[in-house]
């Protein structure tokens, strides 16, 4: 409520300084969407957002002064390339860039990396959408009002998972990690799924259980296995990307040589 706090402020301008003005692009839009949601006023939600985002991105835009201060052209070379051309979907070659931007992926490519990252915990949403009876004829107006009506958290947690899935699902640059903060809402929406599911579809819990258990004996299997056989020789014969054999062969050292933590 205080639009004056200094705390959104220099969260905002740390998010600035790791991502760019995205860093206080998204968070405040989102916030803005679902202040809409809610009723506001439109030029009321606009200027709020602006007098949140503008000072982080005054201090980014001091940082980036200085940083062209040392490295010139080279540098708003680099700040294009990862804000405009990554978002274009622009070449390495036309942006002048010796480094890749990042794996191309589909549009889709969020939503199975999303459903893993949350795995085993993502299977019962999954399994609700085969067994739950479905209306023939559904309002939309009453589907979007429900929508709207929903508790603020939910709405907010919805919103965001959302909003950050279609941004990320756009450019052809993509890579799990971006998606990172949508999973602390990703988790209270799924809390949200276990709780109703529990009375409507008590069996489906069970299923859960049973699956759990399985994965992981399945993983203590292959942990017990690493540490005594180096697995990465295993995977060069089908793996031959050199990034990914890399990774492997990180995974497979350190299980061979654990830590007394670990």
């Given at each position: 409520?205080?639009?004056?706090?200094?705390?959104?402020?220099?969260?905002?301008?740390?998010?600035?300084?790791?991502?760019?003005?995205?860093?206080?692009?998204?968070?405040?839009?989102?916030?803005?969407?679902?202040?809409?949601?809610?009723?506001?006023?439109?030029?009321?939600?606009?200027?709020?957002?602006?007098?949140?985002?503008?000072?982080?991105?005054l201090i980014l835009g001091v940082w980036y002064y200085l940083a062209y201060q040392v490295k010139g052209d080279s540098f708003l070379t680099v700040v294009?390339?990862?804000?405009?051309?990554?978002?274009?979907?622009?070449?390495?070659?036309?942006?002048?860039?010796?480094?890749?931007?990042?794996?191309?992926?589909?549009?889709?490519?969020?939503?199975?990396?999303?459903?893993?990252?949350?795995?085993?915990?993502?299977?019962?949403?999954?399994?609700?959408?085969?067994?739950?009876?479905?209306?023939?004829?559904?309002?939309?107006?009453?589907?979007?009002?429900?929508?709207?009506?929903?508790?603020?958290?939910?709405?907010?947690?919805?919103?965001?998972v959302v909003i950050f899935v279609v941004f990320y699902s756009l450019p052809t640059s993509k890579r799990s990690v971006y998606i990172m903060p949508v999973?602390?809402?990703?988790?209270?929406?799924?809390?949200?799924?276990?709780?109703?599911?529990?009375?409507?579809?008590?069996?489906?819990?069970?299923?859960?259980?049973?699956?759990?258990?399985?994965?992981?004996?399945?993983?203590?299997?292959?942990?017990?296995?690493?540490?005594?056989?180096?697995?990465?020789?295993?995977?060069?014969?089908?793996?031959?990307?050199?990034?990914?054999?890399?990774?492997?062969?990180?995974?497979?050292?350190?299980?061979?040589?654990?830590?007394?933590?670990?």
């Amino acid at each position: 409520s205080d639009v004056c706090s200094s705390d959104p402020v220099v969260c905002l301008a740390c998010a600035c300084l790791v991502k760019g003005p995205v860093g206080a692009v998204l968070p405040v839009g989102v916030f803005a969407i679902y202040l809409l949601l809610r009723g506001y006023n439109f030029w009321k939600v606009l200027l709020k957002s602006i007098l949140v985002a503008l000072p982080a991105l005054l201090i980014l835009g001091v940082w980036y002064y200085l940083a062209y201060q040392v490295k010139g052209d080279s540098f708003l070379t680099v700040v294009f390339a990862e804000n405009i051309g990554r978002f274009l979907g622009m070449k390495d070659q036309a942006l002048g860039i010796e480094y890749t931007l990042g794996h191309e992926g589909p549009i889709w490519y969020y939503i199975p990396a999303l459903i893993l990252g949350l795995m085993p915990w993502s299977i019962i949403p999954i399994l609700l959408l085969f067994v739950l009876k479905y209306k023939k004829k559904t309002n939309t107006s009453s589907l979007w009002n429900r929508f709207v009506n929903l508790d603020k958290f939910t709405l907010f947690s919805v919103l965001v998972v959302v909003i950050f899935v279609v941004f990320y699902s756009l450019p052809t640059s993509k890579r799990s990690v971006y998606i990172m903060p949508v999973y602390p809402f990703a988790a209270y929406l799924l809390t949200k799924i276990f709780f109703s599911a529990e009375h409507i579809k008590p069996r489906l819990f069970k299923i859960l259980y049973k699956g759990t258990v399985i994965v992981a004996s399945l993983l203590l299997l292959l942990s017990i296995t690493a540490y005594f056989v180096d697995l990465s020789s295993f995977t060069a014969v089908w793996v031959h990307d050199a990034k990914t054999t890399y990774d492997i062969a990180l995974f497979a050292r350190a299980f061979q040589h654990p830590s007394v933590l670990s």
